[in-house]
């Protein structure tokens, strides 16, 4: 059989019961603040901003990636305009303008 006699003073044994009743009185307001609605609430917005925040990063990484894939396709490294690819597509963007604008006054007329 285990011994079970406690060798400690009663002096002893009342500070080691106070030191668990203020650790447990820490763990219980620890609980109250974590469970609080209002902690909560703020747990919740700041998982919701840093959500936002990375999806936004995501997208202007994405725009970024494509504005620089068609500014290579129509500006040269040296900043100049490349022409043989501006012209094309100027003139067809112009054409497409004209048929829609014909076909708006055909349906008035």
Do not use: C, W
């Amino acid at each position: 059989m285990a011994d079970t006699s406690d060798t400690r003073t009663p002096a002893q044994i009342e500070a080691d019961i106070q030191r668990r009743r203020e650790v447990l009185a820490e763990t219980l307001d620890e609980i109250g603040v974590r469970v609080h609605p209002k902690t909560i609430v703020g747990d919740a917005r700041a998982k919701a901003a840093a959500q936002v925040d990375h999806t936004l990063g995501k997208a202007y990484v994405q725009v970024n990636k494509a504005v620089t894939e068609v500014r290579q396709r129509f500006v040269t490294d040296e900043g100049a305009p490349r022409l043989e690819r501006i012209v094309p597509l100027a003139l067809v963007t112009v054409g497409v303008v004209g048929l829609l604008a014909l076909s708006a006054r055909r349906r008035k007329g």
